[in-house]
């Protein structure tokens, strides 16, 4: 790609303290066999050596000669925070964002735009592998969704790394991530340009691999509560966003399933709040039988509990503990965590 001609992709790499793992990365970046590509790495305030890997694989690697780019933030902000800067140092037509520890097939980025329709489509959508250390599964779509209603709240819908966004609609509506927003900073974005009804093309081949760390501590405490909150903070900024364009009754649905989703954890754990959880967006408590995303007995028992009295439930809830798991209720790992956030990112 000459100095003067405009990228097709933007890919945003954000990290922090990755000098373990970015080199990995790096190799497959530099395999990707589309040329038109721009590379925008952005330092998160990294203290270890990530930024002299990067430059030492750079000088040895001609392939992102010009194509490259490195934004360094001072201090830890997040990775909210980054990918906005990513997204403002871009210049490609579309985006995507590549985490830092995982890693792209030789010809992901070529899939992805060729599954653009010579760049007609605002997003393309593509499967992904989980990749353990051991083994690779996919994760793909059973039914493709025709909409933001039909959309699962799980890594394949709403993460950032198996999409093409086209970066005009993303500026033309102000839309970033949530400043401060590091866990569902990547449903925040995908959920709003969902909503304005662009122009969607899927991709036959899972191109991107996700990977995750075996035998990862659970969250502790302090650690969930963090989730919870930046879920309850992320629901309700997704919709006031959408009531002040007159999105709200048609994403009702999608709507409804978020609210419900960024509530579950005060169901989960050894700090189960029942009250807490009835008076949180209190109007999806009628709704619950309508959330067609989650498995009917778990409807029926969130119904239940909605219906209860409070003291007994609590009662119940703090000796029974088999219905609270996300993984058990059909409520998938969220996107946008951080690698850390093991419970929430990693399936």
Known sequence: MSQTERPDISLIIVFH??????ERTLRSLAAQTLPTVEYVFVDDGSTDRSVDVIRSFWALNQDFDGRHRL??????????????LGYAHAT???????DADDYLEP??????LAASDGKRLDVVIAPFKVDNGRSQRETGFKRLPESLNDMKIDTLNFALWNKLLRRKLLDEHGITPYDGIDCWEDLGVVARVMALKPA???????????????????????????????????????????????LQDENKEFLNHLKFCAKVKMLRGRDKDVARWKNTFPEVNSRIMGLRHIALHWRLIFALVAAMPTTLTQWIADRCDIFYRSERAGIRPSPGCPKGCAVEKKQ
Not at 92 to 98: A, D, Q, T
Not at 107 to 112: G, Y
Request: hydrophobic share 40%; aromatic share 6%; glycine share 8%.
């Open 17 to 22: 303290n990755a000098e373990a793992t970015i």
């Open 71 to 84: 934004v360094q933030v001072a201090t830890r902000r997040g990775s909210a925070h980054a990918t906005t």
């Open 92 to 98: 490609g037509e579309y985006v995507m964002r590549c």
């Open 107 to 112: 010809d992901a980025l070529e899939q992805m």
């Open 200 to 246: 969607v093309g899927f991709a036959d081949k899972a191109v991107y691999n996700y990977v995750v760390e075996p035998n990862v501590q659970s969250l502790s405490r302090s650690g969930r509560g963090r989730i919870l909150e930046d879920h309850l903070v992320t629901a309700l900024l997704v919709e006031q966003w959408m009531n002040r364009r007159g």
